[in-house]
């Protein structure tokens, strides 16, 4: 079964400075994709950030960038010049057969002025 | 363009009562499913589908029934609501389940209570 495992039930962080959520996930496949996505008070799910496992290249988007480590199957998402919109909850997931999407539990994140 | 629409957005039931969640997209997804979002335990798979007349089940799909008679709707069916079924339930589509370039459009969730 594939899991996913984010250790950080809560996270703050001051406007402006950069945080880092971690992940990591179990899979015994070798193709598969990453995401981290965004849900704020609104209850909005927002994809913030996407991987290609087979790609080695980390992606970015804006102040959005991952770390991704396939042999230690960790996937931790850095946010840079953390904004006061940034307050959320992060959410990431896992999926390898187009289908079946596993989240983990969510990290709250506060971003404080 | 709406993309995806979750009506109700809350709703209250008894225990025992029946009800349907809706769900439409306007995006001619192929690809649309059901998540249930639960404190401490992330969102979890509930029912999915690959297109209209093929349905599949996900990590958790007792007590819940689903339908694909078209590309555009795919109802979740509660048939007899239990207090355990009290969660944030949402919607998502997308051209192939949300791989590479077609990644999941959520709808803005229905808040279920079974009292």
């Known amino acids: 079964a594939q899991t996913v495992t984010q250790s950080q039930p809560e996270m703050s962080v001051q406007e402006a400075e950069t945080v880092t959520l971690s992940c990591t996930y179990d899979t015994s496949e070798s193709n598969y994709y990453l995401f981290w996505y965004k849900q704020p008070p609104s209850r909005q799910m927002i994809l913030v950030i996407r991987?290609?496992?087979?790609?080695?290249q980390n992606a970015t988007e804006n102040r959005f960038s991952v770390n991704f480590q396939k042999a230690a199957k960790s996937f931790s998402l850095k946010i840079s010049d953390s904004q006061l919109g940034d307050t959320a909850m992060y959410f990431c997931a896992f999926m390898y057969n187009n289908n079946d999407m596993r989240f983990g539990a969510g990290t709250r994140l506060t971003v404080k002025p | 363009n709406a993309g995806v629409t979750q009506t109700p957005k809350f709703q209250v039931l008894k225990t025992g009562q029946s009800m349907t969640l809706q769900c439409a997209q306007d995006?001619?997804?192929?690809?649309m499913s059901w998540y249930r979002q639960d404190p401490g335990m992330g969102l979890r798979l509930i029912h999915y589908?690959?297109?209209?007349?093929?349905?599949d089940q996900g990590e958790v799909p007792n007590g819940y029934n689903v339908s694909r008679s078209t590309t555009e709707d795919f109802p979740l069916r509660l048939l007899s609501a239990a207090p355990s079924q009290t969660s944030v339930y949402f919607c998502a589509s997308s051209y192939s389940g949300g791989a590479s370039n077609s990644p999941l459009h959520f709808g803005n969730g229905t808040r279920l209570t079974v009292t």
């Open positions: 995006m001619n997804h192929e690809y």
């Open positions: 589908s690959v297109g209209a007349g093929i349905t």
């Open positions: 991987q290609e496992a087979y790609k080695q």
